[in-house]
C-alpha cells in the first residue's frame, strides 16, 4: 500500500472537495459510510464559494489526505478566537473504519499545536449526532454544553428534515510537545 500524503488544498480542488464532503454526509452514497447526515439533512453539505473563501482566508487551511493522487479524506482548520477550529472533516464511506480518520484528525492537530501554536480545537457537532460526538470524546473532545443555532434558512448549509437541529461546542486541549 502507498504512502498517505497530506497537502493544503488549491482553488482547483473545489470541485472534487465539494463531491468528497457530499459523498461523506449525503445522500444514497454516504449510507454506506457510519458519517452520514441523510436522514436529518438534504440539499448540499458545502457551498463551492465557502470552500473558495476558506481556501483564500489567513490563518485557514482545507487539509487533503491522499494516497497515489486520489482524494480519501479532507478537513477544515482555522483559527478563531485563539483556538483551532475543526470542521467539515470527511472521509470517502469506503474508507470509513479503516482509521484514516483517526491519522486525519492527528495531522490536523499536529498543524493547529505545533505550527500555529494554538492551545485547544474546537468543533461544533449538531448535538443529536450521539455516535459522532462519542467518536470526537474518544479523541479526547469534551462536550461543553455551549449551544449554537443552526442555520434554518440558509440552504448552503442543507435543507433540515426536522426542527430540533442545534449545534454543540467540542473542545480539546492540545499539549505541546516537546521540541
Not at 2 to 12: G, K, M
Not at 57 to 77: F, T
Not at 89 to 105: A, E, H, N
Not at 146 to 156: A, C, H, L
Request: glycine share 8%.
Amino acid at each position: 500500500m502507498s504512502t498517505l500524503t497530506f497537502r493544503p488544498a488549491t482553488l482547483a480542488d473545489i470541485p472534487a472537495l465539494v463531491e468528497l464532503v457530499t459523498s461523506a454526509y449525503r445522500g444514497e452514497t454516504s449510507k454506506q459510510g457510519w458519517t452520514t447526515e441523510a436522514d436529518i439533512l438534504e440539499g448540499q453539505r458545502i457551498d463551492p464559494e465557502v470552500l473558495r473563501q476558506d481556501i483564500e482566508r489567513p490563518q485557514s487551511r482545507i487539509v487533503i489526505a491522499e494516497r497515489d493522487g486520489k482524494m480519501l479524506a479532507c478537513a477544515h482548520i482555522a483559527e478563531e478566537n485563539g483556538a483551532g477550529y475543526f470542521g467539515m472533516f470527511s472521509v470517502r464511506p469506503d474508507q470509513q473504519g479503516s482509521g484514516l480518520g483517526k491519522t486525519m484528525i492527528n495531522e490536523v492537530e499536529r498543524i493547529v499545536r505545533d505550527e500555529w501554536r494554538l492551545p485547544a480545537m474546537r468543533m461544533t457537532v449538531i448535538d443529536i449526532r450521539e455516535e459522532l460526538i462519542a467518536f470526537y470524546e474518544r479523541r479526547g473532545y469534551v462536550r461543553t454544553g455551549i449551544k449554537k443555532p443552526f442555520p434554518y434558512g440558509d440552504e448552503r448549509f442543507g435543507i433540515p428534515k426536522r426542527d430540533d437541529l442545534r449545534f454543540e461546542i467540542l473542545e480539546k486541549p492540545l499539549a505541546e510537545t516537546a521540541a
